[in-house]
């Protein structure tokens, strides 16, 4: 029973000492490519932060105001119906093609999530 | 980046017009450019190339929001389709109809109420709220 645990130790303390010491010297060149990794990363953080850098996330208005300023903003443009889900704006019936510009342009503005043309262009 | 790739035509022209307070942000697949200019035509023309871009906007990956809208103090011109503008007792379409103002007529800006209003008053003295999107900078 000893003398197993003795082999065992010795076992352990050799596989240590062999995985170990290398793993030192190995360690310190993934260190220098950990290194060289970190001095690459700050170019990756900008791009992932670059809608901060431009003024933070977009706001989105909430459904209700949505809802409620979509009446006046589609008020102009008879037949078409505008519905808001979670800050999408979904616009159906018919328009003619020369009023959607100035349709579209009211609904974008309203700050919406997205805007979902559905419409019958005539 | 792939949104900011099909739209760098209107990113561009709207960088090339001096568009003020310019902000380009894609956030889940869609992009976002908001910005101001005190040119109606400028306002059109990023609009023309978004729907050659996009034709009839049916993509619904841009949210383009373009504010041409006078500032309070200065006047503005009424672009509606071709109708009258509603001058309102308040900043809502449920308001009084107080006035109109006609197609092309130019009224002075007082203030503005909030994004979607503003308080206006037409050379015959009507003073009310009407919708700042039907009001380009004269």
Redesign the interface.
């Known amino acids: 029973m000893k003398n197993t645990s003795f082999k065992l130790l010795i076992a352990v303390a050799s596989f240590t000492a062999v995985s170990y010491l290398p793993a030192c010297k190995s360690k310190n060149t993934s260190d220098k490519n950990a290194d060289s990794a970190a001095s690459q990363l700050p170019d990756t953080t900008v791009m992932t932060d670059q809608p901060a850098a431009t003024g933070g996330p977009v706001t989105i208005s909430p459904d209700d105001s949505l809802s409620n300023n979509l009446k006046d903003a589609t008020k102009d443009f008879p037949g078409v119906t505008a519905t808001v889900n979670n800050g999408e704006v979904t616009l159906t019936g018919t328009v003619s093609r020369d009023k959607l510009p100035k349709l579209m342009q009211n609904v974008n503005s309203l700050h919406p999530k997205k805007v979902n043309n559905n419409l019958t262009i005539k | 980046m792939a949104l900011q790739d099909k739209y760098k035509e209107l990113i561009d022209a709207a960088k090339a017009a001096g568009v003020t307070n310019l902000?380009?942000?894609?956030?889940?697949n869609?992009l976002?450019i908001d910005g101001s200019t005190s040119s109606g035509a400028v306002?059109?023309n990023l609009?023309n190339i978004y729907?050659k871009i996009d034709p009839?906007?049916?993509s619904?990956?841009l949210?383009?929001?373009?504010?041409a809208s006078a500032a309070a103090g200065t006047k503005a011109k009424v672009t509606?389709?071709s109708?009258n503008l509603n001058i309102r007792k308040g900043p809502?379409?449920?308001q009084e109809i107080v006035g109109k103002a006609a197609h092309g007529e130019v009224v002075d800006v007082i203030s503005k109420a909030n994004?979607?209003?503003s308080l206006v008053r037409t050379s015959s003295g009507v003073e009310g709220y009407a919708?700042t999107?039907y009001l380009t900078q004269a």
């Open positions: 902000q380009v942000r894609e956030q889940n869609v976002y306002k059109d609009w729907n009839d906007y049916r619904g990956d949210v383009l929001n373009i504010d509606t389709q109708s809502g379409t449920d994004d979607q209003w919708y999107q």
